[in-house]
């Protein structure tokens, strides 16, 4: 199977289900941050030790995936209708509040901001969350123009919610304080 197909060489792709799009568009920018998001979890996998977060984290993996096949795919234009996708997995935000509680039930309580970074591990953890912040930017930005399915920005925001706590555990668990934000 050759890889390249040069279709968008003039600087346009197509979306899942038909169609072309510049690949600065609005969906192509949201979808494309999902998959670098995607790609800085598996990035992070490399580096962690904690097996459980390890197991999550690939559940994740698989969740981008869905998500990302959801936002290639715009509604059918009435000439033919959307094609299938995987559902948005709507059941697994339960699931990563329960990896909240958990983390955060081992956590000190945060006092004040700390700043990103401390083992490689939660720095990567740190890259997710801000690289997941920045996809649930640009897919609110796509949702103020066109339909998407209303369970992935609470996907994202809790995503990011978790890979923060993670990556505090994984400071915590490896014996290094998290680096308190310093004003001065």
Known sequence: MVIYTKTGDG?????FGG????????????????DELNSFVG?????????????????IQNDLFSLGANLATPEGDGSRPRPQTPDVPVARIEVMERWID?????LPELRQFVLPGGTEAAARLHVCRSVCRRAERMV??????????????PYLNRLSDLLFVWARLENLRAGHEDVPWSKE
């Open 102 to 106: 958990r983390a955060t039930d081992e």
């Open 140 to 153: 609110v930005a796509l949702g103020r123009e066109e339909s998407l399915d209303d369970g992935i920005v």
């Open 11 to 15: 600087g346009d792709t197509a979306l």
């Open 19 to 34: 169609g072309r799009v510049p690949k600065n568009d609005k969906r192509v920018e949201a979808y494309g941050a999902v």
């Open 43 to 59: 990035l992070a996998l490399t580096s962690l030790a904690d097996d459980d977060v390890r197991r999550g984290l690939l559940q």
